[in-house]
């Protein structure tokens, strides 16, 4: 559990954002994300958004900014698969979109039904017009944020910074 307080790499993807002007943070529950969405919970200059899925992110990010504000998109890769349909919104309206990916079926995975995703997320992004870039350690995450915030923010842009699995830490399945 990261604290508003304990720096790190979770810590850093909030303040990334917050630097970005990000006001809306789209979210499906996701443990690689938690510090992320805790903060932007308690942050009263940001509305945090849970979703039932994640492709609705895409329309919400696409109507804050037709209202003139800036959001992010947090997922799991899993849930890009959900999203294919609904990329294909940002290439017609150049609109900025802004994605971080905590990765499954990467390094290490336990859940082999995560697997075909977690290998086809970054073709995926890529196919349908997504810049990715991927963090696999710490000191990769803030900069990789930063550069992909300004190209989605100041370009109208999709970016995606894929959150790699070593990154995260392995997980364990409990009996």
């Given at each position: 559990?990261?604290?508003?307080?304990?720096?790190?790499?979770?810590?850093?993807?909030?303040?990334?954002?917050?630097?970005?002007?990000?006001?809306?943070?789209?979210?499906?529950?996701?443990?690689?994300?938690?510090?992320?969405?805790?903060?932007?919970?308690?942050?009263?200059?940001?509305?945090?958004?849970?979703?039932?899925?994640?492709?609705?992110?895409?329309?919400?990010?696409?109507?804050?900014?037709?209202?003139?504000?800036?959001?992010?998109?947090?997922?799991?890769?899993?849930?890009?698969?959900?999203?294919?349909?609904?990329?294909?919104?940002?290439?017609?309206?150049?609109?900025?979109?802004?994605?971080?990916?905590?990765?499954?079926?990467?390094?290490?995975?336990?859940?082999?039904?995560?697997?075909?995703?977690?290998?086809?997320?970054?073709?995926?992004?890529?196919?349908?017009?997504?810049?990715?870039?991927?963090?696999?350690?710490?000191?990769?995450?803030?900069?990789?944020?930063?550069?992909?915030?300004?190209?989605?923010?100041?370009?109208?842009?999709?970016c995606a910074l894929l959150l790699g699995q070593r990154l995260i830490g392995e997980k364990e399945w409990v009996k």
């Open positions: 559990m990261v604290s508003e307080s304990e720096p790190g790499w979770q810590r850093e993807v909030f303040d990334v954002l917050k630097a970005a002007g990000v006001r809306h943070v789209c979210y499906v529950p996701d443990a690689g994300h938690a510090a992320a969405i805790r903060l932007a919970e308690a942050d009263p200059g940001i509305e945090a958004v849970v979703l039932t899925t994640e492709e609705e992110g895409i329309g919400y990010l696409a109507g804050a900014w037709l209202g003139g504000e800036g959001g992010a998109l947090l997922m799991q890769s899993s849930g890009v698969g959900n999203c294919i349909n609904t990329l294909a919104l940002q290439p017609c309206i150049r609109f900025p979109l802004l994605m971080v990916v905590t990765m499954r079926g990467d390094w290490a995975e336990f859940n082999h039904w995560q697997n075909p995703m977690g290998q086809a997320t970054e073709p995926v992004l890529k196919q349908m017009g997504v810049m990715t870039w991927r963090a696999d350690a710490p000191a990769e995450v803030s900069p990789l944020l930063r550069g992909a915030a300004t190209m989605a923010f100041e370009g109208d842009s999709a």
